[in-house]
């Protein structure tokens, strides 16, 4: 299980660049409500041991278990379904003692997981074109693309329907198949824009077809823009150098009359504008994009097609996933709600990117012999 490794691969950069943004999360959010202080800084430390356990753990392992690790989501999907907690019209969450526990962010790494070692099987057996591949990749996908779906987290969604086609042009798909696969796309989103705005359509809850059109039609749904409009206001309050983490009612506003709800989770970055400014921002941004760069760079070394899209799929899900969370918080998307990588509060969030960069790590140190 624990190979020799050379030290001088180990991928310091990634390491502590995502553990900075965990430990900056934790101070964001004791400025927001510190009732989730003690359990996100728990988090932290637990996300930052597994991270580096699994990083010494040989990826091969993991990739052997693909299957059972996708029947294993499913199966989680499912029970959630189920048996889970149901807040807000969406049944996401297992609560065990106190311990909140939510599948579909668990999801996010073994799906990556599971069809990066489909796909690599498909690519040695030069069937990723095949309609043979194609149908199979897209039955593998939607099973769990509409438990989430079912839940409903229309933003796991995207975040994870995007990924998953990502790898799969990343392994080879031919830009014929995708060029006829993005005309039917682009038809089927506008049938889908026409269809929510029936009166007797069935596929999106009200809340979510109002949230779509406020963005289309911002002036004529007010009431909808109020938690994004009130998100601008309190970056835009930060200025260049931002406020402090200080708690201070003069000097912090947003966190004290609520004007963001749960702002410690979807709408983090407005706190993290408001804290640290333009300039800050910027930065926490630029970090992001680091790490990104950081798994796609041990992709492209690894020994393997399967290192290399599990590497590269880590990557893209945190620059998905970040560009949602900020987009939606500065209004540039329709509002949806998704945690910002590292830094949201959510322990499930945490230890699923701690699981998957752990991954990426020990895929870059085994690097590809040249």
């Not at 910027?282 to 950081?294: A, F, K, N």
């Not at 990117?353 to 012999?369: E, Y």
Request: proline share 2%; charged share 15%; net charge positive.
């Amino acid at each position: 299980m624990f190979k020799k490794y050379n030290i001088r691969y180990y991928n310091f950069i990634l390491i502590f660049f995502v553990t900075a943004l965990m430990v900056l999360g934790v101070f964001v959010i004791d400025n927001v409500n510190d009732d989730y202080t003690v359990k996100q800084a728990v988090g932290v430390g637990l996300s930052v041991v597994i991270m580096i356990v699994v990083s010494l753990i040989d990826y091969h392992i993991f990739m052997r278990l693909y299957f059972p690790m996708y029947i294993f989501t499913n199966v989680l999907l499912v029970l959630v379904l189920v048996a889970g907690s149901t807040v807000n019209n969406a049944t996401r969450w297992f609560t065990i003692a106190g311990i909140t526990f939510q599948p579909s962010e668990l999801a996010k790494t073994l799906c990556i997981l599971f069809f990066s070692a489909f796909l690599s099987k498909l690519m040695d057996k030069n069937r990723v074109n095949s309609f043979g591949g194609i149908i199979s990749f897209t039955i593998f996908m939607l099973i769990p693309i509409l438990l989430i779906f079912k839940e409903p987290d229309l933003s796991t969604v995207i975040c994870i329907t995007a990924v998953l086609l990502t790898l799969y042009y990343l392994a080879g798909l031919r830009y014929k198949i995708i060029g006829v696969s993005l005309l039917i796309l682009i038809s089927l989103f506008s049938l889908f824009i026409w269809y929510i705005q029936r009166d007797d359509q069935k596929l999106l809850y009200e809340h979510q077809v109002k949230r779509i059109m406020s963005f289309i039609y911002p002036s004529e749904y007010e009431d909808e823009t109020m938690q994004q409009d009130n998100s601008v206001m309190a970056i835009g309050s930060g200025q260049l150098t931002g406020k402090g983490l200080s708690k201070d009612s003069k000097t912090t506003n947003t966190a004290k009359t609520n004007l963001i709800s749960e702002q410690q989770t979807d709408f983090i970055f407005s706190a993290v504008g408001e804290s640290f400014g333009f300039f800050g921002s910027v930065i926490i941004i630029g970090i992001i994009l680091i790490i990104v760069l950081q798994c796609i760079r041990a992709g492209r070394h690894a020994r393997d097609d399967t290192g290399m899209l599990f590497a590269t799929g880590m990557g893209c899900l945190i620059a998905f996933q970040s560009f949602i969370n900020i987009g939606v918080a500065t209004k540039l998307l329709p509002n949806t709600g998704i945690p910002l990588p590292f830094i949201s509060y959510g322990l499930t969030s945490l230890i699923s990117s701690a699981l998957g960069l752990g991954i990426v790590l020990n895929i870059s140190l085994q690097k590809r012999k040249y």
